[in-house]
C-alpha cells in the first residue's frame, strides 16, 4: 500500500477529550483526519450514558476543573455548545449526619480556626502562583534531555526562567515543596483536621498515592493549574454533563472537516517497512493513513494496537513497568427525590462534598490498594449535578456521582465479582450517615471499579491518568524517557493520551501537545 | 576569660570533624559537649561489666576516606574491620545470604530465583553508577539556585555540569532514581520477596518512609555511597565500638594543641550582638567567647532550643519547627552469653553472619511495619538489622560471649496514647526479642543484660530531635539547596559568624564525616585561611 | 562444609569434569569462568596450544551457559532477538549470532543449535535469561536454562575427527562444519557439533554431567590418546586470537554490563556486517542501526593488525602521529603464522585494509620498561585458516 493510496493523513484511534482536541487541532490546520472510536458514542472515560433509565452521567468524569482555557477558545468551545451550569462549585466537607464544613465560607471556617481562616485564602493564592509558574509546560512539549537539540536546552531555560520569575522567595518555596506530600504541608500550614484532610483528599485523588507520598504536593499544583472562565483552581459544571464538554469538542473537530466514526473499535496498527501505515478494525476493515495518533493509554497502545514485535526490549520493559494501576472507583446513584438532609445547601447546591476520614483516616484508607482489599469507609468526593442541571435525571429526580478514592484494581484475594455489591452496599451505607435519607432514594445505582472502568472505556489499568503522576512518571519521564513528545518509535505512530505530557483529567492538553507535533511533522516530511 | 576562634557546639562526629579541621588550620577552637563523654551517636559505653557497647550508631562505612586520611585517622587508633557478608533470616528456616564474593553471591541468588540472580548484576551496576555520580558532590557546597550573584552562577554551573555530562539515557536513570520508591525501583529488577526486602532496607533505615513511598531510592544511595578501604558500598565495624571514630577525631584535633575539648558543658544560649554572634553560655551561667560558633547540634535545635540573645526571625523559627526531624527508629543493644543459633544458617566460616542480619521478608512487610509508624505504634512486625560485632572485633565481649546491636525501624517518637514510657518502652523490647526468639530459637536464653533505647531515649541522651538519626528526613524537600531549608544550606547560619555542621547539612546524615568537613570548609574561606589541609 | 540447607561454602563451582581434570592441573592453575572453575594452563602453555594446531586439545566448556528455546513462536523469537535471519537456520544447524540492544549495540554473542521444529539451544558465555524473557514478551516460548543439566568438551584440532571415531562416534565422519547431530553411545546422549573457537578442525560435544567422567574416560582410552592434550584457556586464548574471533570482556563488553554507555559496539564496530540482515522484519535494534548507517557508519573499527617486531601489544595504545586513535583488545606473537597479531579497536576512518598507525609497546626488560613505538598495519582477519579446517 503505497502513501499516494491513503485516504487519510491522520487516524485518530479513540475518541477521548485528547482524541478529540487532537481530530480538532489537525482538522482546522487542513489535515484530512479520522477518528475512529469503539464505542457509539465519543467521550472517552467521560462518555455520556443512562446508568438508570432516564438518568444520566458522563462515564468518571463530574467536574470539570482542568481543560485549558487555551484549547476552549481555540477550539470556539463556546460556538460548539460549552455552557456552564455551575463555574464555581462551593467545598463542603462532610461531618456525618447532614452537617458539613463550608471550606470556601471564610466566617464558617473562622469558628472553627480562625488561623486557618485567615491563613486558606493565602494558601491558596501562593499554590495558584506556583501552579502559574508550571502551567504554560502544559501546552508545550516536554523537552528531552538530548543537549546537542537546541531546543531541547531553550525548552529547559525556558522552564527555568519561569520558575526565576516567581522571584526568590517563590523559587525557594517551590523548589521545597515539589517533592513534598500533602500530609507535611497541609500540617505545616493548618490546624484544623477537616480542612487538612479535604485539601489532602484532592491531592491524591486518582492517584496510588496517600497524603503521606512524597510528590503529592506535585499533583495538588497540578490540579490547581486548572481553570474555569479565568479562575484558577475552580471547579465547573458544565450544562448536560461533562459529556456535553465531549460533544462540543467532537462538534468543534467535525465543522473543521474531522471525521468521527463511532461503533468503529481498533484491532491494530498497521507496520509496513517499520512505519505505521493505519489500521485495521476489529470487521477487518483496513484504513490506511500517514500517521496513526492513538488515544488509548501507553501499554494498549504500545503493546497490544502496536505490538512488541515492532519495539525494543528496553522500551518494552519501560512501557511494561508504567504504572498505571487505576485507584478510583465510580459511584452513580439514581434517587427518585433528595432528603431533607440536601435542601438547605449553599449555593443552591452548587457544591461538591468531601467525605473525608480524617488526614491520618485518609493515608489508612490508602491501605486497600496498598494490600488490594475491600475498603471499608474509604472517602469520596460526591457531587448532585441535577441541583445545578436538572435535564441530567427525569423531573424532580436527581443524580449522585461520587469519586471513591482507594479501590484496589484486583484484589489480592477472590475477585471484585465477588466483593462488589458488598462494597456498594458500604458505599451507600457511609453516604447515608453523612447525607441521611439518601438511602430510601435509591432508584438505581452503579458502581464502576478501577477494572469495569477498564472495560467499559477501554482505559488499560483503569487509571484516571492512563498512568500514574509521579515525578518519576511526568514531564521528560511520561510515558518512557526518550519518548516524550509524541512520536513513539515507530515512525508515522504517536500517542496523545493522557499517558503522555502532561498528564490526566480533562486538560486536552496532551491532545493539543500531539497534534501539533503531527502537523509539525507533516511539514516537514515529504509527501510520497 | 580566653577568647577562642571558634567555638563548636557539641562533640558529634560533625563537630570533632570541624574542630579537627579549624584546629589544624591554626584556629584556637573550644568543643563544648553536653554529655560526660564525646561522640554524640557515636559512642562507646560498657554498660555491663566486660562488654562494649556502640550505644546508638552501629557500623561505619560512609566516613569519608578524605577525611580518614586527612585527619591521620588510622594513626590515632581508628581500625575499620570490613565484613564480608550479610545474611536475611526467614522464619521458615530459609534465608538469603549476601556474600562479598560474586560469584558466591550469585548461586545464593540463583538458588531463590535465576533471573534476578542475574538481574542484580544489571542492578547493581546501576547502584554503581549512581553512587558514582554522587559521591563528587559530597563534599561539595551546594548551590543556591535563586541566587543571581556571579559566584553563586558559577557554582550552580559547576554543579549542573556532570548532570549534563551523563548524556540523555543516564539522565533519564538518574531522574528517575532519584525520584523513585524503592519498592517500584526494585519491582522492576526482581521478582523475589526476600531478595526485594533484603535490598529495600538500606532505603527505610532511620527514614520515615515506606518502601513504596517514593523518594526512597536515593536513600537506598545514601547508605551505598560508603567505602572501607576503598572498596564501594562496604561496611564495617569500627574496632573498640563506634566511639573509636570519635576518639581518633578528637586526638587528631587536640593533637595540634589548638583545640580544647570540654564535657557536661550545656550550651542553652548564642550571644549575638549587632547581628554577629560573639560567644555562647552554658546552663550553669559560665560564658566563652569568639566571632565563630559552629552548632552541631540538629537544625530543629539550633533554631527553636538555643536562646538566641537577638531574637531571630519568625519566620526562620517557623520554618525550624517545621523541618522534617522524625524519630523512626529504635535500638536494642544485648550482651549475651553465648551466640544465637539462627534458623538454617550455619555458624561455623560463615562470612555472612559477620554483616548485618536482617529480618526483612518482603516489601510489602516493610511496608506494614511504616503503616505502624504512621498510626503511633511501633511496628509490631519491625524491620529489624542485627550486627554482632563481637564475631569480628574481639574486643567488644569476653571470650565466647556477644555483643550484638539490634537495629529496629519504625518506632515513632511519641505514641498514639501518649508518650513513650519505661512500661511502653520495655512493652517495645519484648516486641523486638520475641520476634528475634521466632529467628533464634533459644536467643531469650542467652540475654545477660539489654538496653532498650527508643526513639524518646535517643533525643534525650543524644540530643537528636525526635531521636532522629540523620538528624532530619532525607527526602528531595531538604536535600542538597534544601538542606535544611532553601536559603541556608551553605552552612553558614542565620546570624553573621554563625555555622551549621550537623547531619542537617548537605549531604546529610550517617557517620560520614562531610557536613563537618564542609562546614569547616566554609569558615576557612570566611576568615580567609585558605582550604582545610 | 556445612549440611544445612542452602549455605553456599565455595566461591567457585567444579566441573562434572573436575575429577579428572584437577590431578592433571599440575600448575594448579584455575580461573573464573560464571561462577565455575576453568583451568588456566595445566602443565605447559607450548604443547598445549601445538596440541590444538597439530594434534588433539581437550578443553572443558561446561560452564558455557545454555538456554533451551521451546513453543509456537520460538523462530519467531529468535528472529526478532537476532541480527541475522534466523528463519534460514535449518534443523541440525548452528548458526553463529549476536544480539543487540535498542541502541543498536551488542549485548552478547553466542551460537545457536537447531535441534528440532520449535526447539533450539542457545549456547553463551554469560547469563542472558532476563533479556530473552524480556525480549519474548508476548512470544509463545518457553526459556529454560540448562546449564547445569549439560555438561561439554571442545575437542580441537586437525586429529580430533580420529579421536572421535575412536571413541565409537561414527557419525563425525560426515559431519559438516557448523552442523550438529544427536547421537546415543552407550546410553550416553550426546548432541556433537562441529564448531570450536580455535579456527581448526573441530568439535563440540555435549552431554549430560553424569556421563562426564565415563566420556573422558573413553576419550583418554583411544589409541590416540598419547596425542590428546588437556587444554587451558590460556592456550586457547591464543588459538582462538589466530582464528580472529572476538571474545567477549576482551574485546567487547556486553551492552547490558558496560558501565560506560560509550563502551558499548554496534555489530558494524565489531566487524559482524554479515551476521546483520536488514531485510528481514524487525529485530531489536535495527532502528538504531539503520540510524548509524545514515549517520555515516559506525564510530570504530575492530580490526586485525600485523604488528612490526615480535613483542606482543597487549593493551597497546594506538597512534596517528600525536593522536589516539584506538586501542590493542587482544595481541599475541604467533607460533604458527610467525607473526606478531592484534585485535584492535580503532576509529572508523583508520579501518580499511592496509592502513597503517604507529602502536605503542610496553615491553619490561628485566625490572626496566622500555617503550617502542613501532608500525602495525590493518590486515585481513583470520590471520589463520588452514584449509583442514573446513574439509
Redesign the interface.
Known sequence: MSAASSNYDVAIIGGGHNGLVAAACLARAGIKTILLEAADAVGGAARGYEFHPGFKVSGCAQILNLLRPEIVDALRLGDHGLRYAASDLATLSLLGDGQYLALDDKAALAQVSAADAENLPDFRRRMIRYANALAPSLLRQAPRMDFANRANVWELARFGLRIRMLGRRDMRELLRIIGMNAYDLVTDEFENETLKASIALDAVMGNFMGPRSPNSVYTYLYRMAGSTNGNRGALALPAGGVAAVMQALAAAARSAGAEIRTGSPVARVLVKDERATGVVLDDGTEIASRIVLSNADPKTSLLNLLGPEHLDTEFVRRTRHFRDRGTTAKLHLALDALPDSLRNLPKQGQARFLLTPGLLGLERAFDACKYRTVPDAPPMEIVIPTLSDPSLAPEGKHVLSANVQYVPYALAEGNWDGARAKLREGLIASIDTQLPGIKDRIVGAELLTPADIEAKFRLGGGHWHQGEISLDQIWTLRPVPGFVQYRMPVAGFYLCGAGTHPGGGITGAPGWNAAQAVIADLKTEPTR | MKRYDAIVVGAGHNGLVAAAYMARAGLEVLVLERRYLIGGAAVSEELYPGFTYSTCSYVCSLLRPEIMRGLDLPRHGLQVIPYEGSLNVLTDGDFLASYSNHDRMRRELMRHSRRDAEAYDRYALEILRQCKFIRPMLLQMPPDPTSLRPKDLVDLVKFAKPFSELGEKRLYETMRFWTMSIGDFLDEYFETDVIKGHLAGSSIIGTALGPYSPGTAYVLLHHYMGEVDGSIGAWGYARGGMGSISKALAASAQETGRCEIRCDADVTDIIVKNGRVKGVALADGSEFYADTVVSNLDFRRTITKLKWTEALDDELVRKGENFKIRGSSGKLNIALDGLPNFKGVAVKNNPALSGDIHYSPSLNYLERAYDDWKYGHWSKKPYLDIVIPSLMDPTMAPEGKHFMSVFVQYVPPSLHDGLWTPAKRDAFGETVIGLIEEMAPGFRNLILHKQVRSPWEIENEVGLTEGNIFQGELTLDQLLFNRPVPGLAQYRGPKKGFYMCGSSMHPGGGVMGAPGYNAAREVLKDLRRGAPA | M?A??????????PTPFYERVLPLNLNHSWE?WE?YLSVGCFDNIEREYTAIRNAVSVYDISPMTQYRIGGADAT?FLD?LMTRDMTKVAIGQVAYAIWC???GKVVEDGTVFRLGERDYLINVQE?????F???A???DVSIA?VTEELCGLSIQGPLSRQGLEQIGLKDVTALKFFRLVQVELDGMKIILTRTGFTGDLGFEVYLRPEHALAFWDRLMATKLSPRIVPTGSHALNLARIEAGFLQVNTDFIGS??C?R??QRRSPFELGFERLVNFKK??F?????LLREQAAGGPRWRTVGLDVTGNKPADGSLLYDGNREIGRVTSAMWSPTCKRNLAIATVEAEYGALGRTMQVDIWVTKELRIEKRLVSGRVVERPFYNPPHRLT
Do not use: M
Open positions: 556445612s544445612l540447607k542452602g549455605h553456599i561454602a565455595q566461591n567457585l563451582l573464573r561462577g519467531r526478532r540492544d535498542d541502541d547469563q542472558n535469561l532476563s533479556w524473557q524480556d525480549t514478551f508476548q512470544y536454562d547490558e554490563r558501565q554507555h560509550s522484519p524487525y531489536v535494534g535495527k532502528r538504531a
